[in-house]
């Protein structure tokens, strides 16, 4: 059976693989041009810009009349604007921080969404040759091996994902401590890979649990949302209720009774501004 995104797929996995080794080569660099954003541990390199440089380039002139949300492009002023037009969301390197440091754990994160739907989601880490891809109905993939969640139900069985977030806001840092010191007398473990895409791919292959964050842009959940949706789990509101992409909150888990149980106990925080 011939998917009707199959032209797209093929597409976007042969410019993700020439950017993976772009970022491959990279990684062990030592002068890596690091620049910060919207504070001191919010970084941007030129391998960001360059990683994103090459995906909307390749996509643009085979799909002319696409749109693109990519970070980069956003942080130096373009639009984040999801229409019903076919538009790839991109985060080039989701896990900049872990590439700065050399830790093997960031990755190309893309998607393609139409009518404001996900269709097509790769999480790639060149490092450790993880491929991650979904394709609407069509199941979840590691490396071509299908993937399933692992439809955990209780937090006090359970591995959660938690990330600090590359913001020093008082108020935020002070609710993420407060989330830490609610989960950890009741969970297996926590855990942080330093890259939102990479924590909702320990998901969906059953690695982890669940994994929620305060603070992401829809460029970091957007491939994710649709793998774990494919391997059988749930990417909602942190509050519960169906996810606002453009809201910065984001609760992914193995099963609805795990995203509830968490969604009653964690603190909120709704993060300004929205994408
Ligand atoms: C960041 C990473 C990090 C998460 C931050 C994201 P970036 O993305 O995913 O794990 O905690 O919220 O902004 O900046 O490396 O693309």
């Known amino acids: 059976k011939m998917s009707s995104s199959a032209p797209f797929y093929n597409t976007v996995l042969n410019l993700t693989k020439q950017a993976g080794k772009l970022i491959r080569e990279r990684i062990s660099q030592l002068n890596k041009n690091v620049e910060t954003k919207s504070c001191e541990i919010d970084f941007v390199t030129e391998t960001d810009q360059e990683v994103e440089k090459l995906l909307i380039d ?5 799909f002319p009349d696409h749109q693109f949300i990519g970070e980069e492009s956003v942080s130096s002023g373009e639009q984040c604007n999801l229409t019903e037009i076919p538009t790839w969301i ?11 440091h050399g830790f093997p754990h960031s990755c190309i994160s893309i998607a393609l969404f139409i009518d404001r739907q996900p269709e097509i989601g790769i999480i790639y880490n060149p490092m450790l040759e993880q491929l991650f891809t979904a394709r609407k109905g069509e199941g979840a993939f590691l490396n071509g ?9 209780n937090l ?8 600090n977030g590359t913001s ?3 108020e935020k840092l002070k609710i993420i401590l ?8 009741q969970v297996h473990g926590t855990r942080s890979l330093g890259s939102c895409a990479l924590n909702m791919a320990m998901v969906a292959m059953g690695a982890a649990d669940a994994y929620f964050e305060f603070g992401i842009h829809i460029w970091d959940i957007a491939a994710g949302e649709l793998i774990i949706n494919e391997a059988g789990g749930v990417v909602v509101d942190p509050a519960g209720g169906p996810i606002d992409r453009m809201s910065r909150r984001m609760l992914c888990a193995g099963s609805s009774a795990l995203a509830e149980e968490i969604s009653q106990k964690i603190v909120q925080y709704y993060p300004q501004p929205r994408d």
């Open 145 to 153: 091996k299908p993937i399933k969640v692992s439809q955990q139900q």
């Open 156 to 163: 006090s069985n359970s591995l959660v994902m938690l990330e």
């Open 90 to 100: 991109i985060d080039p390197v989701d896990g900049t921080m872990n590439f700065v």
């Open 58 to 62: 390749g996509l643009k002139q085979a």
């Open 178 to 185: 407060e989330n830490q010191n609610i989960l950890l007398p």
């Open 168 to 170: 020093r806001d008082s």
